[in-house]
């Protein structure tokens, strides 16, 4: 089973502020999810990358796939109380099904 | 609404009892698959499966089964709950290919 590290473990930061949280892997990725997860509710899927070097945004949030495609970033800009939540990187190898890491819990403190 | 209904979303209950929780999607998914969650450990797999009566063990199987005769519904039985089974659990889907898993919210489940 391919291992997701995921860093930092905890962040908090003040409302205002830029972020970004990082996903690595010492195998190649075949695609990779990010996903966040409010208290109390289910991961919801935020993006899929799947090409190396690939960009996507979503709004405040950056998401890029390393070219080596064995690491992704998240990064939020001018973070909000609203993006508080456990971030979490998920691996999916075609047929078999997702492996995650073990998250980013964020506070962002208004 | 697409999505993914899991029940009970809260169940407390003794050791040795067995108990099942649903979860069915309504999105002709095929793949399902079952999580654990908890603090230090993340979310690990327990059960996976891609298409109807296909299932397959995933990172920790043991204390666990699941049926899949219906494309929709994938229930998680605990034949005999055990305090170690106190979790959180979660049951997501997907269409074949992995672009991405709808996840129901949770069933909270305490083995005393």
């Known amino acids: 089973t391919q291992l997701l590290e995921q860093s930092p473990q905890f962040l908090s930061i003040q409302e205002g502020e830029n972020l970004t949280v990082y996903c690595n892997s010492s195998?190649?990725?075949?695609?990779l999810q990010w996903y966040r997860q409010e208290p109390g509710e289910g991961p919801v899927l935020l993006v899929t990358?799947?090409?190396?070097?690939e960009v996507k945004k979503l709004k405040r949030l950056t998401f890029q796939f390393g070219d080596a495609r064995k690491d992704s970033s998240l990064h939020i800009t001018a973070a909000q109380p609203g993006d508080t939540g456990l971030y979490l990187c998920?691996?999916?190898?075609?047929?078999?099904?997702?492996?995650f890491g073990k998250g980013t819990r964020l506070s962002v403190i208004a | 609404e697409a999505q993914v209904t899991q029940n009970p979303r809260y169940l407390i209950t003794v050791t040795g009892k067995k108990l099942t929780v649903t979860c069915s999607q309504n999105?002709?998914?095929?793949?399902m698959s079952w999580y654990r969650q908890d603090p230090g450990l993340g979310l690990r797999q327990i059960y996976y499966?891609?298409?109807?009566?296909?299932?397959d063990k995933g990172d920790v199987p043991e204390g666990y089964k699941v049926s899949r005769k219906e494309k929709r519904n994938f229930p998680l039985i605990l034949e005999s709950p055990s305090p170690n089974q106190t979790s959180l659990y979660f049951c997501?889907?997907?269409?074949?290919?992995?672009?991405?898993?709808?996840f129901g919210s949770g069933t909270r489940l305490t083995v005393v």
């Open positions: 999105m002709n998914h095929e793949y």
């Open positions: 499966s891609m298409n109807v009566e296909v299932t």
């Open positions: 990358v799947v090409t190396g070097g």
């Open positions: 998920a691996e999916s190898s075609g047929n078999t099904p997702l492996v």
């Open positions: 997501a889907s997907t269409k074949a290919g992995g672009h991405g898993y709808t």
């Open positions: 195998s190649v990725f075949s695609s």
